[in-house]
């Protein structure tokens, strides 16, 4: 099976430090939608797995956070592309869950009920805990820029090894060009 799975914010739409509270407030990063088809057309799965602690810090609730969803799930049928499945983390930091990254919960969670191993699977963040969740299930971290990127590589640690691209885009080119293993 091929794989991969995807951050949402900082990864597929801008970045907030309030959040994404809304549908209107969810922008999608220019090229990331294009390249989530491209990755459909070339029958790779791809999952997202993201953070949403708006929901613990009572921002926004679940029903919201579906609506966000859908919007983004709209946006992306309509270039030709598919998200097979959402996995959230609806808790705080503090709340002691095994699923909010940089814990592994969610990917193992992936890896469960995708009947798949990891070790082979691209997990693309754009925050040093993406990456941090992403070894730790043994999956293949990858960096983009956008995001809160650049804040991750200015700050320098846990990123031996990892390669790193400018947006979801220029990886896609990469693993399109290299096959679902490659690298940079």
Request: charged share 25%; with cysteine.
């Amino acid at each position: 099976m091929r794989l991969v799975i995807l951050d949402r914010d900082g990864v597929i739409n801008e970045d907030s430090d309030d959040y994404i509270k809304t549908p209107e407030e969810w922008r999608p990063i220019p090229g990331s939608l294009e390249a989530i088809a491209r990755l459909t057309h070339a029958g790779i799965q791809v999952v997202v797995a993201t953070n949403q602690s708006g929901i613990a810090r009572g921002l926004f609730n679940v029903d919201m956070l579906g609506r966000i969803h859908n919007r983004m799930l709209d946006e992306i049928h309509h270039r030709g592309g598919e998200i097979e499945a959402i996995f959230f983390c609806p808790h705080g930091p503090r709340d002691g869950c095994t699923c909010r990254k940089p814990l592994p919960g969610l990917l193992y969670d992936i890896a469960a009920r995708f009947k798949t191993s990891l070790s082979s699977t691209f997990a693309v963040g754009d925050t040093r805990r993406d990456l941090e969740a992403a070894r730790a299930a043994q999956a293949l971290p990858v960096l983009v820029r956008t995001g809160k990127g650049m804040r991750t590589i200015a700050d320098g640690k846990g990123l031996a090894g990892v390669p790193v691209y400018d947006d979801l885009a220029a990886f896609t080119d990469a693993v399109l060009s290299h096959g679902v293993s490659g690298g940079a």
